[in-house]
């Protein structure tokens, strides 16, 4: 026998092209009796589908566009690597752009995966509700969206994140354990996952009745991590140095801050964790050679990357409603690693 095609598969099963490639793609228009027959069939003869040919007369292509704040971010990075393997095995490439924090430029980005016939969008939000009805009018109208990692926002879709929240207060009251009670958060402005992870701390610190003090929270304004915000942070903490109000612990709320603070804590001449002892969120390799070795949250970049594929293949290939469908989000579990930088 030759190569097995559609068109094979309905001489076969005495069926039309048209019903063949309707139960191969579940329509809900074909009974599940004749569905069952032709995926028997086409799973006994080893049918691989034609992805190209696919596209073609749908007009879409085999792209899924995937919208990041920042390539330079170790999370973002790990994520889209993984995503770009597992995509792959299912004949999807990824065409991903950073926004830089900017709705701006996310909507640039946005409005250019539509002119692409993009298949999917996979998007980590600028901010809480950034272009969100530009992305309600893409779900709806277009393509299948899902939203990773930024998942406080208004579009009513998948979305795949961690229990921010849960998982700050266990570090905070981890370090409060440890005798650690003048604690500082930093934390990027405006970011998406910035409210769930300080609600997280202050819950630890309520908990332990200590105060919640407001110079402790400490929002940095950067559009990029390569950006230098180094000399913003040290002029923060020498001014709770002058005031006799030093931390004593803190807790890094993002990737780029979680790693830059070492090296401002190393400028202003403390000592880690002698003098303040430091864990953040990063899923940086080079966590172990940092000096010291750096306390981690780790998202589960493999996990997350597995279960957005998983939904939003589905929808790329299921013709269906998305505005009446009913989704959930997914709160994944974060690997927690404390290493030097808070054994006290």
């Given at each position: ?137 893409i779900h709806h ?6 939203l990773f990692d ?101 807790v890094g709320g ?91």
């Amino acid at each position: 026998m030759g190569k097995i095609n559609i068109k094979s598969i309905a001489a076969a099963l005495h069926l039309s092209p048209a019903t063949v490639s309707r139960a191969l793609n579940d329509s809900y228009e074909i009974k599940e009796e004749t569905k069952q027959r032709v995926l028997a069939y086409a799973a006994k003869h080893n049918y691989r589908p034609n992805p190209f040919a696919k596209h073609l007369k749908t007009g879409k292509t085999n792209l899924i566009g995937v919208v990041i704040p920042f390539l330079s971010s170790p999370f973002f990075l790990e994520f889209i690597d993984e995503l770009y393997k597992l995509a792959m095995a299912h004949h999807y490439t990824l065409l991903p752009f950073q926004t830089q924090n900017s709705e701006k430029i996310e909507k640039e980005a946005l409005d250019f995966l539509i002119r692409q016939n993009v298949a999917g969008i996979i998007i980590s939000p600028a901010f809480e509700n950034s272009n969100t009805a530009v992305l309600r009018d893409i779900h709806h109208q277009h393509c299948p969206v899902i939203l990773f990692d930024r998942i406080q926002h208004n579009l009513d879709t998948y979305k795949i994140g961690i229990h921010n929240s849960l998982e700050t207060f266990k570090v905070t009251e981890e370090l409060i354990k440890k005798g650690r009670t003048q604690i500082a958060f930093l934390c990027g402005k405006d970011i998406g996952n910035t409210k769930d992870r300080l609600r997280g701390y202050k819950n630890a610190l309520h908990n332990y009745g200590i105060p919640f003090r407001k110079e402790y929270v400490i929002d940095a304004d950067y559009q990029d991590p390569a950006e230098n915000i180094d000399s913003e942070l040290k002029e923060v903490f020498k001014r709770l140095q002058a005031s006799d109000h030093m931390p004593n612990a803190i807790v890094g709320g993002t990737d780029t801050l979680s790693i830059k603070i070492l090296g401002v804590l190393a400028g202003l001449h403390l000592r880690v964790p002698e003098d303040v002892a430091v864990i953040g969120f990063t899923n940086t390799d080079l966590a172990d050679y940092l000096n010291p070795a750096l306390s981690t949250i780790r998202q589960p970049t493999q996990q997350m990357a597995q279960l957005t594929l998983d939904l939003l293949i589905p929808l790329i290939e299921k013709q269906q409603n998305r505005q009446n469908m009913v989704y959930e989000n997914f709160l994944l579990e974060a690997t927690t690693s404390y290493r030097k930088s808070t054994d006290i």
